[in-house]
């Protein structure tokens, strides 16, 4: 490829390409599914569907998970038709073929029907752990073993918020006319942010930039920002909550950044003011005032995780031009809506951001489909955009190896 350019058009636009990225991307790598308080007791179950693929999460009796593909072993049918409920055993609609939680097929009789080994036809099984209340899945025989190394990194950073104790307060899936990279490649920068008035009350302009970047009609606010960011680092120390960014999306298989971030305003939540917007905090963190602890994650996620309320973002691709973003709000399991929260304000500004996201990457999508489509280069602050692309590069040569 070229550095520092955007792809060329037929990574966006080609059926066969999208196919070599569910086998070489999606078919490899660790994909996060879900978060524990979409699941919190056993039985509880999640469908996670992308590409040709579909999965259940299932909360077992242990406390982990179990991740199984969707296809009754009769004759292929879905064994589960909802995103999400609770089960016992797993029942295919189709002709009753009944599986354990653990996949064993341990029903599947008929008068006058001949016998065979069950055994060999269980239900097929995926990688699935769970890291600090984040669940993820990865298809491929081997995982890359690389995501240990990542977990440790980001365990103590999301740890605090303690997960096992939200639950959701909503959740929204938007289908967006645009290829996952798209999406990706969208999420990674925030030059466009002028774009999301709703955000951009909490978040300082500045986001991005450096000493030597920093333009001089945003000088005053760069100031206000490194000011926060003091406070805030030393409310960190205080707390023994780790701050610094770490920056390897391109650098290791499991990509990541992870930092905590301080907020404009008032400085503690997604809201016009800055303003809380749940009375209750998360897990043991002992102020509100904690800024937002941002994550981005290869393959296909992104979080944020404040003092009052944690939002995660996930992207499963459907086809080579339409993509399913999936937002998760989480409060704390005490908190009462109507009382302690109130879900129209809660979602607000980011419901509003992802529509405008939608847009943008609808737009590109539109423009890459265009014969007069040529690459074209990023800007300095669009740095995350090149490592997303490098990572994603690196993964295509090397299954291609």
């Known amino acids: 490829r070229r550095q520092g ?11 066969d390409l999208f196919q070599l990225d569910m086998e070489a991307i999606f078919g490899q790598q660790w994909i996060f599914a879900a978060s524990i308080a979409e ?30 593909h969707n296809v009754c072993r009769h004759r292929g049918a879905r064994v589960l038709t909802k995103n999400s409920g609770t089960t016992g055993n797993l029942v295919c609609g189709y002709h009753s073929w009944t ?31 769970t890291v600090a209340g984040l669940i993820f899945v990865c298809l491929a025989d081997e995982a890359p073993q690389d995501f240990d190394q990542t977990a440790a990194v980001f365990e103590p950073y999301v740890a605090p918020h303690e997960l096992a ?41 500045t986001w991005g930039l450096t000493d030597e970047t920093v333009p001089a009609h ?29 920056e390897e999306l391109d650098t290791r298989v499991a990509g990541i950044r992870i930092s905590r971030e301080a907020l404009d305003g008032d400085g ?52 080579d031009h339409q993509t399913l973003v999936r937002t998760t709000w989480l409060v704390a399991d005490d908190a009462v809506e109507g009382v302690d929260y109130d879900v129209e304000k809660l979602t607000h500004t980011w419901k509003q951001t992802n529509l405008q996201d939608k847009q943008f990457v609808e737009l590109c999508q539109q423009g890459v489909r265009s014969p007069m489509y040529e690459q074209g280069p990023y800007m300095k602050s669009e740095y995350q955009v090149e490592a997303f692309i490098n990572w994603y590069t690196l993964r295509m040569r090397e299954y291609m190896a």
């Open 5 to 15: 350019f955007s792809l060329e058009a037929p990574f966006y636009t080609d059926p």
């Open 39 to 68: 699941i919190p007791e056993p039985g509880d179950y999640v469908t996670v569907d992308y590409g040709p693929y579909s999965l259940i999460v299932l909360h077992n009796d242990d406390g982990g998970v179990n991740v199984l």
């Open 99 to 129: 599986y354990a939680p653990d996949g064993d097929l341990i029903h599947a009789s008929a008068p006058g029907e001949i016998e065979f080994d069950r055994k060999c036809f269980a239900l097929k099984k995926a990688h699935g752990r």
């Open 165 to 205: 104790k939200t639950k959701v307060a909503y959740q929204q899936d938007i289908i967006e006319e645009g290829n996952w990279k798209l999406v990706m490649e969208n999420n990674r920068e925030c030059y466009h942010c002028d774009g999301h008035p709703e955000l951009a009350c909490s978040l300082f302009p």
């Open 218 to 246: 945003l000088e005053d606010v760069w100031g206000r920002n490194q000011s926060a960011q003091a406070s805030l680092e030393q409310r960190c120390q205080r707390y023994g909550l780790p701050y610094e960014v770490v």
């Open 268 to 319: 503690e939540s997604f809201s016009t003011d800055g303003h809380r917007l749940s009375k209750k905090l998360l897990g043991d963190l002992r102020d509100f005032r904690l800024g937002r602890c941002s994550m981005h994650l290869q393959t296909n996620s992104w979080f944020h995780f404040l003092s009052d309320h944690v939002i995660t973002f996930s992207a499963f691709p459907i086809n």
